[in-house]
């Protein structure tokens, strides 16, 4: 399956140090949206993402967050410092109604309030630098092989578990935005619908956890969120 929004592929560019910070991220932004065909012009679109947005925004505390589309076919869903969103009209064409635009948006709010880019980047620096130490003293060995695969698994369990921790923050800032909380349940099947078939290599399986171990969690949270039915 391609990757899938922010709920399946999360692409981050991750802040460098602090005096190139603002300019990386510029330039980031700039490249992302020429590689991507440009931005795409709708006003009916452009004023339902801002209200999501600022629906959204103010159920996480008042943090204001910059929706925007990407004139590509492909789904997609990119974060950018700054608190910039940017989804695909490929992505946009996936979802059924305006609680599941908002699942994918609160879905990449979540990582860009927890920091989790910020935190990969770290560690991807910590394992390329130690490994890069061993490397350089044990080019031909096994040893340092196993210990690059190491740093790499470090990263990439990092990775399923922020997911996992944007699947739960964004059904709760879905249910205090008064969206509907199942919403990312719909969405996590329709990402499960066209995935790859069984036993198939799928781009992002390192770093993201099976959709049908998202859809389980993710209808365990749901279910605490849903009313009670009178007897």
Same mark, same amino acid.
Do not use: W
């Given at each position: 399956?391609?990757?899938?929004?922010?709920?399946?592929?999360?692409?981050?560019?991750? !802040?460098? !140090?602090? !005096?190139?910070?603002?300019?990386?991220?510029?330039?980031?932004?700039?490249?992302?949206?020429?590689?991507?065909?440009?931005?795409?012009?709708?006003? +009916?679109?452009?004023? +339902?993402?801002?209200?999501?947005?600022?629906?959204?925004?103010?159920?996480?505390?008042?943090? !204001?967050?910059?929706?925007?589309?990407?004139?590509?076919?492909?789904?997609?869903?990119?974060?950018?410092?700054?608190?910039?969103?940017?989804?695909?009209?490929?992505?946009?064409?996936?979802?059924?109604?305006?609680? +599941?635009?908002?699942?994918?948006?609160?879905? +990449?709010?979540?990582?860009?309030?927890?920091?989790?880019?910020?935190?990969?980047?770290?560690?991807?620096?910590?394992?390329?630098?130690?490994?890069?130490?061993?490397?350089?003293?044990?080019?031909?060995?096994?040893?340092?092989?196993?210990?690059?695969?190491?740093?790499?698994?470090?990263?990439?369990?990092?990775?399923?578990?922020?997911?996992?921790?944007?699947?739960?923050?964004?059904?709760?800032?879905?249910?205090?935005?008064?969206?509907?909380?199942?919403?990312?349940?719909?969405?996590?099947?329709?990402?499960?619908?066209?995935?790859?078939?069984?036993?198939?290599?799928?781009?992002?399986?390192?770093?993201?956890?099976?959709?049908?171990?998202?859809?389980?969690?993710?209808?365990?949270?749901?279910?605490?969120?849903?009313?009670?039915?009178?007897?």
């Amino acid at each position: 399956m391609m990757v899938l929004s922010g709920l399946a592929g999360c692409q981050a560019v991750n !802040p460098g !140090p602090a !005096p190139r910070e603002q300019s990386e991220a510029d330039a980031f932004r700039r490249r992302l949206v020429q590689e991507s065909g440009g931005l795409y012009s709708n006003p +009916e679109v452009s004023r +339902e993402l801002a209200e999501i947005g600022k629906r959204l925004s103010e159920a996480a505390g008042g943090r !204001p967050m910059t929706i925007l589309v990407l004139n590509s076919p492909i789904p997609d869903a990119y974060i950018a410092p700054g608190g910039y969103i940017y989804l695909t009209r490929g992505l946009l064409a996936l979802t059924d109604d305006e609680s +599941e635009i908002a699942a994918v948006v609160a879905h +990449e709010m979540a990582h860009i309030l927890s920091g989790h880019a910020e935190a990969r980047a770290r560690l991807g620096r910590q394992a390329a630098i130690s490994s890069a130490d061993i490397a350089a003293a044990l080019p031909d060995s096994d040893r340092v092989r196993a210990l690059l695969a190491d740093a790499s698994a470090q990263v990439a369990d990092l990775s399923r578990q922020q997911e996992l921790e944007a699947d739960a923050m964004a059904i709760q800032l879905l249910a205090e935005a008064e969206y509907d909380p199942a919403a990312l349940v719909r969405f996590l099947k329709t990402m499960q619908s066209m995935d790859a078939p069984p036993g198939a290599r799928r781009s992002y399986n390192t770093s993201h956890p099976l959709p049908s171990d998202r859809i389980e969690r993710a209808e365990a949270l749901t279910a605490s969120y849903q009313p009670e039915v009178a007897e």
